[in-house]
């Protein structure tokens, strides 16, 4: 019973999916802070090459600083870290694992996942892995500094940092394959009596569909980690022309999985955007089956549009065709879930809370990630604009404006469920207008910059005479980016003043209708005072007029 486990067992070596829900939800949060002051640390030596950066120039050895100035290779460090924070470390686990775990057995009806021990050996697999990846910092040689996507042969060859990086990656890579295991079999099997799989609400569909492709994908890029730490380590030559590698094949085992990551990181977004919408709108979701058999046709096509990183490699021109093609066509399924939410929004009764504001972003911010994504779907502009800022801006507008946006509305939309307490409405919305506004005035010039030829992965863009010109923007970037991370401050206030000081919270303050708000809040151990069975569709109705409709049993 849940009185008798000690502190230890209740709430740091825990169990309950619930706890290691929460226990990612911290944890992601603390490292997506992390990766945001790397990419300022980043915006400053863009914006103002070769000048000190105040203070923080203090904060490090002199090996990464000499009198403040940034040198290249911390830099180059720097912006592999960023990336590798933010999506292994961030956004991944803070969809996946924080929200699938916390949400999934709740909208099911199930009293925990299928494997409870499994479910914890995946966050204490996941939460030291930044940490063993940051530790070349402290090393001679210094961190890894091939980018996120580790090319050979310089990821083959380069200091200490790099196998912590890879070693760092495998830990990710385990955790994300144990929960992908252990959400399947408890949507699978543990739903409760009534819940049909076209029952279940689009977060458990996003979710379930994601872990699909997570152990499907998953192992190719942990096969290509080994054999990379083998090419460091034991003198194989996997990826190494000198011995008969090939450098090619590891960007075909990278990107096998790291296309379907992108949807890995989009998908449970995109759930958790449709009940919220669907709540807010106080409307039953627009389309609900085609919003499914949409997010299953964008991860199939998700395996099967890797090439489109490689138009630069050489590749035959049909095979460029079929992956430009197909590219393409995930435009079509994307385009439904857009529809469909803007149907779900038309002529409803909209609340503009702070999750629904960040709901509806994520959907603006998705369009325009999109359409980016569509001129680099074709071979002969992608070949134009392969490697510079416009690629950037695309991914930042996916990631951050797709995935982060969804991730705050999550936040805000179950933190009640979550804690017993409401967050500061007020606050919400001036952490979202400070959000929304610097985001867009952060990443939309980078688009402008890429097509100007400006690359991406360059130390000082002073050097370059015909990018002189585009300086201007660079620290209009900067200034940007660093005032979208004061937008943040809010946030975490409100986080830290509602967990201790936050107005209660009913069982359902927002009147949903899927059915994780007919447990408490916070749910006990169990969750359900009643096992439930379930009698309607999900979002048939915008207000449950007695408890009866998740309990018919309390008439009894």
Same mark, same amino acid.
């Given at each position: 019973?849940?009185?008798?486990?000690?502190?230890?067992?209740?709430?740091?070596?825990?169990?309950?999916?619930?706890?290691?829900?929460?226990?990612? %939800?911290?944890?992601?949060?603390?490292?997506?802070?992390?990766?945001?002051?790397?990419?300022?640390?980043?915006?400053?030596?863009?914006?103002?090459?070769?000048?000190?950066?105040?203070?923080?120039?203090?904060?490090?050895?002199?090996?990464?600083?000499?009198?403040?100035?940034?040198?290249?290779?911390?830099?180059?460090?720097?912006?592999?870290?960023?990336?590798?924070?933010?999506?292994?470390?961030?956004?991944?686990?803070?969809?996946?694992?924080?929200?699938?775990?916390?949400?999934?057995?709740?909208?099911?009806?199930?009293?925990?996942?299928? #494997?409870?021990?499994?479910?914890?050996?995946?966050?204490?697999?996941?939460?030291?892995?930044?940490? &063993? $990846?940051?530790?070349?910092?402290?090393?001679?040689?210094?961190?890894?500094?091939?980018?996120?996507?580790?090319?050979?042969?310089?990821?083959?060859?380069?200091?200490?940092?790099?196998?912590?990086?890879?070693?760092?990656?495998?830990?990710? @890579?385990?955790?994300?394959?144990?929960?992908?295991?252990?959400? +399947?079999?408890?949507?699978?099997?543990?739903?409760?009596?009534?819940?049909?799989?076209?029952?279940?609400?689009?977060?458990?569909? $996003?979710?379930?569909?994601?872990?699909?492709?997570? +152990?499907?994908?998953?192992?190719?890029?942990?096969?290509?980690?080994?054999?990379?730490?083998?090419?460091?380590?034991?003198?194989?030559?996997?990826?190494?022309?000198?011995? !008969?590698?090939?450098?090619?094949?590891?960007?075909?085992?990278?990107?096998?999985?790291?296309?379907?990551?992108?949807?890995?990181?989009?998908?449970? !977004?995109?759930?958790?955007?449709?009940?919220?919408?669907?709540?807010?709108?106080?409307?039953?979701?627009?389309?609900?089956?085609?919003?499914?058999? $949409?997010? $299953?046709?964008?991860?199939? +096509? @998700? #395996?099967?549009?890797?090439?489109?990183?490689? #138009?630069?490699?050489?590749?035959?021109?049909?095979? @460029?065709?079929?992956?430009?093609?197909?590219?393409?066509?995930?435009?079509?399924?994307?385009?439904?879930?857009?529809?469909?939410?803007?149907?779900?929004?038309?002529?409803?009764?909209?609340?503009?809370?702070?999750?629904?504001?960040?709901?509806?972003?994520?959907?603006?911010?998705?369009?325009?990630?999109? %359409?980016?994504?569509?001129?680099?779907?074709?071979?002969?502009?992608?070949?134009?604009?392969?490697?510079?800022?416009?690629? &950037? !801006?695309?991914?930042?507008?996916?990631?951050? =404006?797709?995935?982060?946006?969804?991730?705050?509305?999550?936040?805000?939309?179950?933190?009640?469920?979550?804690?017993?307490?409401?967050?500061?409405?007020? %606050?919400?919305?001036?952490?979202?207008?400070?959000?929304?506004?610097?985001?867009?005035?952060?990443?939309?010039?980078?688009?402008?910059?890429?097509? =100007?030829?400006?690359?991406?992965?360059?130390?000082?863009?002073?050097?370059?005479?015909?990018?002189?010109?585009?300086?201007?923007?660079?620290?209009?970037?900067?200034?940007?980016?660093? +005032?979208?991370?004061?937008?943040?401050?809010?946030?975490?206030?409100?986080?830290?003043?509602?967990?201790?000081?936050?107005?209660?919270?009913?069982?359902?303050?927002?009147?949903?209708?899927?059915?994780?708000?007919?447990?408490?809040?916070?749910?006990?151990? =169990?969750?359900?005072?009643?096992?439930?069975?379930?009698?309607?569709?999900?979002?048939?109705?915008?207000?449950?007029?007695?408890?009866?409709?998740?309990?018919?049993?309390?008439?009894?």
């Amino acid at each position: 019973m849940e009185h008798q486990l000690s502190f230890w067992r209740k709430y740091v070596f825990s169990t309950d999916h619930k706890i290691i829900g929460i226990q990612f %939800l911290f944890t992601t949060l603390f490292y997506f802070l992390l990766g945001g002051f790397l990419a300022l640390l980043l915006r400053w030596q863009l914006g103002y090459p070769g000048k000190p950066m105040p203070i923080l120039g203090e904060l490090f050895p002199q090996s990464m600083m000499v009198g403040g100035i940034m040198l290249p290779e911390f830099y180059n460090a720097l912006f592999t870290m960023h990336a590798s924070v933010m999506i292994f470390f961030a956004i991944i686990p803070i969809l996946v694992g924080a929200f699938g775990n916390f949400v999934v057995p709740l909208q099911i009806g199930a009293r925990d996942m299928a #494997f409870p021990r499994l479910n914890m050996f995946s966050y204490w697999f996941f939460w030291p892995a930044p940490l &063993v $990846a940051m530790v070349g910092f402290f090393l001679e040689g210094g961190a890894a500094a091939t980018g996120w996507t580790a090319y050979p042969p310089l990821s083959a060859i380069e200091p200490i940092g790099q196998t912590f990086w890879i070693i760092a990656v495998l830990l990710v @890579g385990t955790s994300s394959i144990m929960g992908a295991i252990n959400y +399947l079999t408890t949507i699978l099997n543990l739903r409760a009596p009534g819940m049909s799989f076209f029952r279940m609400p689009l977060t458990t569909w $996003a979710i379930f569909i994601t872990s699909i492709l997570s +152990l499907l994908a998953t192992p190719v890029l942990t096969t290509a980690m080994i054999m990379l730490l083998f090419d460091r380590t034991l003198g194989t030559h996997f990826f190494l022309a000198e011995g !008969g590698g090939q450098a090619l094949l590891w960007q075909h085992l990278f990107w096998f999985y790291s296309h379907p990551a992108v949807y890995i990181m989009i998908l449970p !977004g995109m759930g958790i955007v449709s009940d919220v919408i669907a709540t807010f709108s106080r409307k039953p979701l627009f389309g609900y089956k085609m919003m499914v058999f $949409a997010i $299953a046709l964008i991860a199939f +096509l @998700g #395996f099967i549009v890797w090439g489109h990183h490689m #138009f630069q490699s050489g590749m035959n021109p049909t095979v @460029g065709t079929s992956f430009m093609l197909s590219t393409m066509l995930i435009a079509v399924p994307s385009g439904i879930k857009v529809f469909n939410w803007l149907g779900t929004m038309w002529r409803g009764s909209l609340r503009f809370t702070p999750a629904m504001l960040n709901a509806i972003a994520f959907v603006s911010m998705f369009v325009i990630g999109g %359409l980016s994504g569509i001129f680099m779907a074709s071979t002969a502009v992608d070949i134009f604009i392969h490697d510079t800022f416009f690629i &950037v !801006g695309h991914i930042h507008y996916v990631l951050f =404006g797709g995935s982060m946006f969804a991730a705050f509305a999550g936040i805000y939309y179950w933190f009640p469920k979550m804690f017993g307490r409401q967050l500061n409405d007020w %606050l919400g919305k001036l952490h979202f207008i400070g959000t929304f506004i610097f985001f867009n005035l952060t990443f939309f010039p980078m688009h402008i910059l890429g097509i =100007g030829g400006h690359m991406r992965r360059i130390y000082d863009p002073t050097q370059y005479v015909h990018l002189q010109h585009l300086q201007p923007m660079n620290e209009f970037i900067t200034i940007s980016s660093f +005032l979208l991370g004061l937008a943040q401050i809010p946030f975490i206030i409100n986080i830290v003043k509602s967990l201790f000081w936050g107005k209660k919270a009913e069982r359902n303050p927002w009147q949903a209708n899927t059915l994780e708000w007919a447990a408490p809040s916070p749910p006990p151990h =169990g969750n359900f005072e009643t096992p439930p069975t379930v009698y309607r569709e999900p979002y048939e109705y915008s207000v449950p007029s007695r408890e009866k409709d998740y309990w018919p049993q309390n008439e009894e």
